[in-house]
């Protein structure tokens, strides 16, 4: 008797929670969550730049009275740490825990690489804000009926390679008036590519000879003898790639106040906290950024994009979303749309059309400033000759009119401003030689 | 047979048999789990059946492994070759790769063997980076690999396959008199010698074993992944997961290691709903940690105790 | 070529400084502390936080650190080695899980995106035509200093002979009524200043981020392999050795080839002198 009493409460709990669960089961049954997943890490900046700008994206369809008939989209993480085989079992973790409908992905190029073929097996709707890899791309074109669930919405390395030429001719060669240049780059993956590039077309296209190529060691603790080695060479200017621990390369020359100017890819100068992060050290830094990068101007909804952004983050770093932060945002309102024409995220060859379908054009000024669009099966671009198949529609040519430039030029000033500096459309600033450059 | 060896083979045999049917017990997300837990518990095989007794701490094991991987990833990837031959290849070059670095390293005792193959590590990884990075993928290394089985559950069966006669194989060795000359080099490896015992051919034969499970295991790793990268393998963190899985598990006893890297792979896991972000691996740093303070002889140690303490207990009721 | 001696010797004092107190541990306490590479990373953020976040001074920041690397390496001592101690392999284990323990923390804490900083000592020194940063350069005159005070440190002081008699047979200094206890306490505690200090001039010469703790542990490693347990002399003329090969690595024969070189050097070192160069047992 006793023994009943005692645990009534509990039976009676228990009894309240099976008629909840199961009412709640009941519920849920017509208006299921749409389930999005992110992958990517959780503590760096570009991470979390992709999880905020997609985190922004699903409020504002889910206040706007939800998709695909009215269904709340769930919004799941996953963390990689940066890490290759953490990266699998996130997506591992995405599809067989979480059940998702769609993977938005802030990964880093050897990771995305890494889970690219367990996307391939569960064949789940995947987009990538971060990496430009142009490999990833080839595969989507090598192997289409593999890999069209794959779509990335930033131009690749090759595209952004191909417009900073362009910056070599105009503003460096014709502007400044530079010849000859040191190519100093990290022997990653990433630097030998965007080199070779480099190499291929600086003298041909720009007419800027090089004078001597320094790779080095992405561990590199001094780079004295680096860039004694490219003073040394009489040529012009050092053009920098480096992905990698950059802020050492950046914050060095600096340091040594290395007599001749200093351009190139600086991954680390990408964010608003870079003039933090180096206590001011990164004067004269002057890098290519995907776009829409720190400092450029922004067409009106991009704007109110950024004013929800700091309004909800405020100091919390990043403080600035990094690009991916805002391929991020376009990227759900891209997905969803083309869920909303096919129906949902399934079938997937629907789903996959649909995308190709999608066009996010964003004016400023009566002029396209960013576009949100992607690259069909079998179209080529005109100017390298080649397919893009789902990377973003991106423009290499002036005046820009048919996509979000593929890059633009960033320069941070010694005194902490940061501009855009090329191509002119989107130019609020000029190139400077640092003060101690001679 | 003696009734520890008898007690041993049923714990296998029992082991066998809840492996088999947990994946139609529990859902594709635990399976696929314990099929990374299944590789890690091959690479702590590997690593104890060399270092976990001799005292020769290898911090170089995932150089043993990467050259495994890289072997049949090269292979099948640029010269299409097909995985029956690719795996057996990487598993003897791995033998041949292993020896010509490793071996005159375990003239060189204790602590700077464990400097030196680290220092193998280390370099291997900045010379796939450096060389032909057009072949090997350089930093990004190559996507898109041939895969042996597809799906959550033949891959759970093919790993599970491979450890138990991996797994089983090993501990049985590790029961033989060879086991018992493995722990004594530990201890003394002068007056192993002085015994009369060839000390070197007693290592290479352990570091002959040890380069069969690390190559196969490697080999067949990246086949799953589908995927090979420098970072995967030549990195501190996946030497950390081996070390920590034998250690936590109990170095030298084989059957430890296995369960340190079922412990560590879910310990993972099971983090994942309630700290998704980067806590997880601050906490499951300290867990390993701790345990490993509280008792650097691994659980092994600590069931081994519990049922010492089990059987005094019932011995002493039984006298009373 | 007087850029590459001047530029190598600075590089190699700048080593030696990062070596030294990895060495001083592993000559008395006869284990590996793998979680050297974070007393370095500790210092850094310390630093960091202090000088560039809070907006101390620079020498008081750089103090601090060197407090709290000295109280961080007394507890790791306290809480892990002498928990147990007489397991060589336990201390190296537990000190490496220990290092990647507290990479995810500074994750946690600071973020794992990187930091530059002001360096310690801001501008450059030019001899001839070769360009040395004054904080590179003081970081190998520190080096230099706290390698000679320490060498005088073990050679006249009470405290400092200890340390070397402990080094050399612990049984025999407990004998002669030395106290081990408190010899090692005093080791970790200098050997947790030392890399404090040392991080900070990597950190204000690199970058500050959470996986800086894996080159110095290398660089110690190598230092310590080639110049022989426990010798400071033998770690002074080791991180020479590596310190030139790596300049003369970088700027005459391929950059890229930099951590090879280094590799390469501790294996022919380890397989035709497995003592090191100066192996001998004692400081």
């Known amino acids: ?421 090329y191509p002119k459309k989107f130019a609020n600033g000029t190139f400077q030689e640092p003060s101690w450059v001679q | 047979m003696n009734s520890t060896l008898r007690r041993g083979i049923y714990g296998w045999i029992a082991f066998a048999v809840v492996m088999v049917i947990l994946p139609h017990v529990v859902g594709t997300g635990v399976t696929r789990s314990f099929v990374f837990a299944m590789y890690l518990a091959i690479f702590a095989v590997s690593w104890d059946i060399m270092s976990g007794r001799t005292g020769y701490i290898s911090f170089g094991h995932p150089f043993l492994i990467g050259i495994g991987g890289y072997t049949t990833a090269l292979l099948t990837y640029h010269l299409h070759w097909p995985l029956f031959l690719s795996i057996p290849t990487a598993v003897v070059i791995t033998m041949i790769g292993g020896t010509l670095f490793f071996f005159p390293a375990l003239r060189i005792r204790g602590t700077y063997f464990a400097l030196v193959t680290l220092a193998f590590m280390e370099l291997i990884y900045g010379l796939v980076q450096v060389i032909a990075p057009n072949v090997t993928g350089g930093t990004r290394g190559l996507s898109g690999l041939e895969t042996i089985v597809t799906g959550a559950i033949p891959n759970y069966y093919l790993a599970l396959v491979v450890l138990l006669v991996l797994g089983f194989t090993m501990w049985l060795v590790i029961r033989t008199h060879i086991g018992t000359a493995l722990s004594a080099v530990g201890m003394d490896e002068d007056a192993v010698r002085a015994s009369g015992i060839n000390v070197t051919r007693l290592k290479l034969f352990a570091f002959m074993l040890s380069a069969f499970a690390a190559g196969l295991g490697g080999a067949l790793y990246v086949h799953y992944l589908g995927s090979i990268a420098p970072r995967a393998l030549f990195d501190v963190g996946f030497l950390f997961q081996i070390l920590v899985a034998c250690l936590l598990g109990g170095a030298g006893t084989i059957s430890g290691p296995i369960a340190g890297a079922f412990f560590l792979t879910f310990l993972l896991e099971w983090l994942r709903p309630y700290f998704p972000g980067p806590e997880r691996f601050l906490i499951y740093g300290a867990v390993a940690l701790v345990l490993y303070v509280y008792q650097p002889n691994g659980l092994h140690e600590l069931v081994r105790n519990g049922l010492k303490r089990l059987n005094q207990l019932k011995l002493s009721r039984n006298t009373s | 070529m007087l850029q590459i001696l001047v530029q190598g010797l600075v590089l190699s004092g700048f080593y030696a400084l990062i070596a030294v107190g990895f060495t001083l541990i592993f000559s008395v306490g006869r284990v590996l502390n793998l979680a050297y590479g974070s007393f370095l990373m500790l210092g850094g953020y310390i630093y960091y936080q202090g000088a560039q976040v809070v907006g101390l001074p620079k020498f008081p920041s750089l103090i601090i650190a060197g407090i709290a690397g000295a109280v961080f390496g007394m507890l790791v001592y306290r809480i892990l080695v002498k928990r147990l101690s007489g397991n060589v392999v336990a201390v190296e284990i537990a000190t490496l899980i220990l290092a990647v323990v507290v990479q995810a923390a500074v994750v946690l804490v600071f973020s794992p995106s990187p930091k530059s900083m002001w360096p310690l000592v801001p501008g450059v020194l030019r001899i001839g035509d070769a360009s040395v940063t004054y904080n590179i350069f003081i970081a190998a005159v520190v080096s230099w200093i706290l390698l000679g005070g320490l060498f005088l440190f073990t050679g006249m002081t009470h405290m400092g002979r200890a340390i070397r008699a402990v080094s050399m047979d612990s049984k025999g200094a407990v004998i002669s009524g030395i106290d081990p206890e408190r010899v090692n306490i005093l080791t970790w505690a200098i050997s947790g200043t030392f890399g404090a200090i040392a991080g900070v001039f990597l950190a204000t010469y690199t970058q500050l981020d959470p996986n800086m703790w894996v080159t110095p542990l290398i660089i110690a490693v190598a230092v310590v392999i080639v110049g022989g347990i426990g010798s400071i002399l033998g770690s002074l003329v080791a991180a020479h050795i590596i310190g030139m090969l790596e300049t003369i690595t970088t700027s005459l024969i391929a950059a890229e080839l930099r951590g090879v070189a280094t590799m390469l050097i501790i294996i022919a070192v380890l397989l035709v002198a497995p003592k090191g160069l100066f192996g001998k047992s004692e400081l």
């Open chain 1, 1 to 421: 008797m006793k023994f009943i009493d005692m645990w009534k409460p509990a039976l009676a709990t228990m009894a309240a929670l099976v008629m909840l669960a199961t009412g709640g089961a009941a519920v849920a049954q017509d208006k299921d969550p749409v389930v999005v997943g992110y992958i990517g890490s959780f503590a760096s900046d570009t991470g979390l730049s992709t999880i905020r700008g997609a985190e922004i994206a699903i409020d504002e369809l889910n206040e706007a009275g939800g998709v695909l008939g009215g269904r709340q989209i769930k919004f799941v993480k996953a963390d990689t740490r940066e890490d290759v085989v953490e990266g699998v079992k996130a997506y591992e973790y995405l599809n067989d825990v979480e059940n998702v409908d769609f993977i938005i992905s802030g990964s880093i190029d050897d990771v995305s690489l890494a889970w690219l073929e367990r996307m391939a097996e569960y064949k789940t709707p995947t987009l990538d804000t971060w990496t430009s890899y142009v490999g990833i791309i080839d595969k989507v074109v090598q192997e289409y009926d593999k890999y069209k669930m794959y779509f990335m919405n930033i131009a690749c390395d090759e595209a952004l390679a191909t417009l900073y030429i362009d910056f070599g001719k105009d503003v460096l060669a014709a502007e400044m008036g530079y010849k000859s240049t040191v190519l100093m780059f990290e022997d990653t993956a990433f630097g030998v590519s965007i080199a070779g590039l480099v190499r291929d077309l600086l003298a041909p296209e720009a007419g800027i000879e090089i004078a001597e190529e320094i790779i080095y060691d992405a561990n590199t603790v001094d780079f004295a003898p680096l860039f004694n080695k490219a003073v040394d060479s009489g040529a012009d200017f050092i053009y920098l790639v480096s992905s990698v621990r950059s802020q050492v390369p950046a914050s060095q020359y600096v340091k040594l106040q290395v007599r001749i100017p200093m351009t190139g890819v600086n991954v680390a100068a990408f964010g608003q906290d870079f003039w933090n992060d180096t206590g001011g050290l990164g004067g004269g830094t002057s890098t290519l950024s995907p776009v829409p990068s720190v400092g450029m101007q922004l067409d009106d909804r991009t704007a109110a994009f950024i004013e929800k952004y700091k309004a909800r983050y405020g100091n919390e770093r990043p403080i600035y979303p990094h690009f991916n932060g805002f391929n991020a945002y376009y990227g759900i309102y891209s997905a969803f749309q083309a869920a909303e024409a096919a129906g949902g995220f399934e079938p997937l060859d629907a789903w996959v059309e649909a995308m190709e379908n999608t066009d996010i054009v964003l004016e400023k000024d009566g002029e396209m400033w960013f576009r949100y669009a992607f690259w069909k099966q079998g179209e080529v671009e005109p100017r390298t000759g080649r397919e893009y198949t789902h990377n973003i529609k991106f423009d290499v040519t002036e005046p820009f009119d048919d996509g979000s430039p593929a890059m633009v030029v960033v320069q941070w000033y010694e005194d902490g401003n940061v501009a855009v500096i």
